[in-house]
């Protein structure tokens, strides 16, 4: 396949597509989405991009014939499939029974989400067995308008299915396809020298080489997520506290961190790297350090930015040592705050990366406990000493509609 | 909010993918359908230096039965299952989870595989098929193993696969004949992501049953042995048996501090236990 | 009235385009050479900019303030007397002051590699405090956003009129609502493509924006331009609703770079852009008594408001419309004697906030529907009691109400008794003792509003604000083959303009909807216009249409005539005819005459042929006052939260319907969003100003199986003002829902001890409501 389209210029692919029923020959970076194939590279600017991660359907196009989100799609991921946009509809039969509905019922304004609006509306006219509101409306729910109120839109499609119903027109089931993603073909590889072609692209990337700044530890800190932990330790409290001075040991404890530099004798630089599912998140910075020898007490302060400044994370840990329930052990009690600003912050799901802090703080314990016992400190697993990162990420990845 | 460049391959067979990914320098992302894994690209959120395609592999692309069990294949999609394209072993739970993920443009091309891998706590299949019993197959250069999924997902958005490793399929064995199953999930709004989950596979007559609380913050909360939360005991009238206080107590044993929180997951259990002891199979559920 | 004249319930010839792919959106302008930008924006809500770090590689790609020279700030003053004036940098100097503000430009021929750039830039910021919480932003030693105003307050308004006469009431209810931020989140976001033409030396600016001409004023002022070097196109426009009625910085940063290249360039929103980085809406908060006869006669309302107007103040309305206008629209559609109302404009770390669909009428809606049933709760009476004995009554029309607001005519208790009988009060009653076999409570809702729209010159000149509307034009012209086009400065992006306008010119002039072209959205080819906000585009462009045609048609009798041999007053103009004794001539033959044929002209024709531009404004200027009752009936889950709208009715009077199919559209349009204040959008912050949403998976929108299928019943009482009688009507689907919707579900779980006062009323807050009030019912309130 790749012989047949070669030579893609630097860094694109070469992909055979049939497109409204043409065959065409189309070279696109690989990570263009199919939306940006078809509207920069074809100029088939009907499928519409609204939100670019899959949740408002205005990209909805038909690949194999199927709806699909072209926003998720990337050009590599369709190569060889057939791809119905909104312009190749214009002499389908479902289709054209819809613009009349549509035109008729008032079933856009706008008109911006219409073509995803009338391709999934397609979808349910083959596919539902009856002209029920209730199925109608959540067999739409996949397609945002913010115009109509869906009021024309769910009476255009329930007349159009009541219709063909009367007409004696079968709803179709789906079979005979063959099981896997629409528009994916089976056993059919492309790329590896394409592949080369890119690799290097992304380690090319011009950094300046400039120090990250990091927030000023001076002020008090207000985190905006706190959470607690207690940990049981064969040892006693003293010497439990006695290695709390090591910030070095405390450090090795701690998954993901590696430290730098210590430019004080109550600082030290370093980082840490973070990584929930796919998201690695790398943050270097600097933490102050303090003990009260009195109370078995001490605080970590730290804060630090990814490589661009864009995401920065300030995060706090306070322990008091104390007896354990059985003599001679310790319980350390663990007050951990942290706050996260920048995009890893700009989401609504919290708990994912309580979940994170959570698993940090045990593994913590565990190697705390092991390197008080005097077992090897654990290796920093594949770090990479440049891509070191500090403090417990806050991010929320709206894990999207859950369905890789 | 295009993603970070990155360079994309589709290995025609799976020694060639096990290969590259075993091989393949930088960081490497696997894409199926893409459904979660294409927005965190999109909002470079993910940065990956390569993604492999592995769609195109035509083992991961089928379903069996394997006795009483059904094996699918990791790139099997949400909509084959809704469609009944592959064999169902389960009286029809399995389509009625299927039809109700996400979006049908979402399911045309979101796997079974790619979801369990993605792991995210509110997934639909992360918590069904932990109460289905089911495993997963994970295949890497130096052979196969295979691990119930309780075990496999660690964690929100984290499994057991090591480096070089990948989900090859899903193990689901079937719901015979007297098995009351209950799947209920809460959800703000059609298609969202799920705040509660709750879902039920009791036994009367031999006395056991699973239940699994989820989308909470981690990996689903399994009570592999389910007596506790009917006072002890399963039988037949096992719905009047539900003890919500018990239910209470096992979430807070797994660290669920928020009372609101724990009442919503319990209120949504109970319904999954109330669903598994209606005599009749629902009709299929909304599905966007 | 014809089959396509005013009234008619015509399909929208716009349509067709739309459902082709053929439509015309910002971001489907394709110009050779033109690239692509990508912004790098601010993480911090609050900071200072101690460096911004650009490769050496991309040192020609990358623009700071540093390079924007000639450029000034966005300046948006209100001549309210105490406003403070904020600059809104185009690129951020010395401090960022919300999440989102451009730090820097990047261009690239894709706007994938220009994000590429834009992630290769690093900042130094050192983080200062941030103001998220506007009543902490009020009090003294707090942080300030704008340092040399020495407070926080944008404008503090106070209304005050014999409140002292209500204290002695024997009820007094006392209640803190409010109201969400959202974003507006139409489907397609902002996006500007800037082309230099050389030829004319003039900046052509393709933007998705709902007023062409007021972005022109404010991009000549901020790049020092003149007019005549800037024209702006308008094309189709992928929902608007207040979000594209704001002169954007991105726009006068692409107009400068575009200057600077010399070849187009592009910007396109993005969601994450749209969610976390431009412009807000609707935060309100509201302490308020309403003081009470036992038999729910209304003696006054008390009340404080402040606004959370984020950090600048947004071109053109200004940071204080919204919270100044909030006292003087509260009183609502009732009628009371003693009212007092004290506002905060508040400046605070976040994206400007601008109006919304509703604009303060929503919040009001939602404050004051809310206290009148708890007044009805307190005095024992039915919600819709209190109502009827406060509404605004016919008899009293024309009305000046207590902020000397003047109600043009209706009948309110009339669309209150319509909406009461069309939801069937006593049935929902019946079902609501007889409890739900699920378990669910029912719980009945109502909401009264009225709707000021197309209000004019006396109003908004005392805003003192950058844009006041005057006369609205409109150019219409017969071409040769008698064929009308109307040229428009208002802008049409869904509300249907190209069909109801052409119905208005039909019901003038007989030309066939089909032969009547709109143009609209071009400065360079439309009559100046502030645009399309506050409803206001068929009272005012439809009354302007019907100027332009009624002149065209008297200069068309008097060529007709002349072909008639006759004299003009023996003529007259009928279904596209001039009629004279003997004989008709069409339309079509006059426009052949006056354009191929002049030698057929009267030596005394009028020079000014068959194009004319003329100018309208309605009688008063003081608006229309649409309004409706809703009533809604829900079911609520109270151990889940979960709402179900099980009915929903709207009886509306929006005067003479110029088009009822796509006025319904409207008010269907209006009610979701509303149901998504009520119910789903909120666009929280955390201490540190972060904004917590930033995909539509955590800004969550209703989709169709969330939005009930309403019942809309009309009333249609004309207003005395206007050219046909017609009432701006496109906002009011928005206002009342929320208040009707929360009053529903106040309604169902009363009994439990749960009062829901906050939007959108989430599943979250309503369990939280629900067992805060089991385990007592005044910790339940404070919950609540």
Known sequence: MSAALADPEAGRMALALTVNGRPLRVEAEPRSHLGDVLREGLNLTGTHLGCEHGVCGACTILLDGEPARACLTFAGACAGAAVTTVEGLDHDEVAAELRAAFNREHALQCGYCTPGMLVAARDLVLRLPEADERRIRVGLSGNLCRCTGYAGIVRAVTRVIADRRARGIAAQTGEGRALGPVGAGIGQGIGETIAEAVAAAPMSRPVPAVPVASADLDGTFAPAHRFTQGIELAHPPEAVFARFADIEAVAACLPGAVLAGRPAPDTVEGGLQVRIGPIAATFRGRARIARDEASLSGRVHGAGSDAGGRSATEGEIRYRVGPGAAPGTARVELDVGYTLTGPLAQFGRPGLVRDLAGRIAADFARNLDARLSGAAAPAPTGLNPLRLAFALVRARIAAWLGRA | ?288 | MSAEGVGARLPRKEDDRLMRGRGQYVGDIRLPGMQDVAFVRSPLAHARIRAIHVPEAYRDRVFTAAGLDGVLPIRAVSGLPGFKVSEQPVLATGKVRQVGELVAMCLAPTRAEAEDIAASVVLDLEELPAIHDMLAAREPGSALVHEHWGDNVFLETLVDVDIAAAFDAPIQVSRTISTGRQCMAPIEGRGTVVQLDHRLDQLVVHTATQMPHIVRNGLSECLGLEQGRIRIVSPDVGGGFGYKAILLAEDVALCWLALRCGHPVRWLEDRREHLTANANCREHHYRITAYAERDGTLRGIDCEATVDSGAYSAYPFSACLEAAQVASILPGPYDFPSYRCRTWSVATNKCPILPYRGVARTGVCFALELVLDAVAREAGLPPEVVREKNLVRPEQMPFENITRKHFDSGDYPQALARALASIDVEAVRARQRAGEPDGRRIGLGLSIYCEQAAHGTSVYSGWGIPMVPGHEQVSARLTPDGGLELRVGAHSHGQGLETTLAQVAHEILGVPVARTRLVHGDTAMTPYSTGSWGSRVMVMAGGAVAAACEALRDRAVRIGAHLLQARPEECRFEGGHVVGPSGDVPLEAIARTWYRRPQDLAPDTDPGGLEVTAGYKPVRDSGTFSYAAHAAVVAVDPDLGAVEILDYVIVEDGGTLVNPLVVDGQIYGGLAQGVGTALFEEMRFDARGQPLASTFADYLLPGPAEVPMARIDHMETPSPYTRFGQKGIGEGGAIAPPAALANAINDALGALGVEMLHSPVTPRRIVEAVLAARTGPQQAREAA
């Not at chain 2, 891998?117 to 890497?140: F, K, R, S, Y």
């Not at chain 2, 699973?210 to 399963?234: K, Q, S, T, Y």
């Not at chain 2, 539900?242 to 239910?247: E, I, L, T, V």
């Open chain 2, 1 to 288: 909010m295009k993603p970070a460049p990155f360079a994309w391959e589709r290995p025609a067979n799976l020694a060639a993918l096990l290969e590259r990914v075993a091989t393949a320098p930088g960081s490497v992302k696997l894409i199926a359908g893409g459904q979660s894994l294409g927005p965190m690209l999109n909002l470079r959120l993910v940065e990956p230096d390569l993604v492999l395609d592995i769609t195109g592999i035509p083992e991961l692309r089928q379903a069996r039965v394997e006795g009483e069990t059904l094996v699918l294949g990791a790139c099997v999609t949400h909509a084959d299952i809704e469609d009944g394209r592959v064999p169902d072993l389960t009286g029809g739970a399995l389509q009625r989870v299927a039809s109700a993920i996400a979006y049908r443009p979402v399911r045309n091309r979101g796997t079974i595989g790619g979801s369990l891998v993605h792991a995210d706590p509110a997934a639909d299949w992360v918590n069904a098929l932990t109460a289905l019993g089911a495993a997963v197959e994970i295949a890497g250069r130096n052979g196969r193993r295979t691990l119930p999924l309780e075990r496999f997902v660690t964690g929100a958005l984290e499994v057991a696969l090591e480096p070089g490793e990948i989900l090859l399929a899903v193990r689901i064995p079937a719901l015979p004949d007297g098995t009351a199953w209950g799947y209920v999930k809460h959800c703000a709004k059609i298609g969202e992501f799920a705040h509660a989950i709750g879902a039920v596979r009791i036994e009367p007559g031999a006395g056991r049953g699973r239940a699994v609380i989820g989308a909470v913050e981690g990996p689903p909360v399994l009570l592999a042995d389910a007596r506790p939360l009917f006072g002890g005991r399963i039988g037949a009238d096992f719905a009047e048996r539900f003890d919500p206080a018990a239910a209470d107590a096992a979430l807070r044993a797994a660290g669920m501090a928020d009372a609101v929180e724990r009442h919503v997951h319990v209120t949504v259990l109970a319904r999954a236990v109330a669903q598994a002891a209606r005599p009749n199979p629902l009709p299929l559920p909304e599905a966007a």
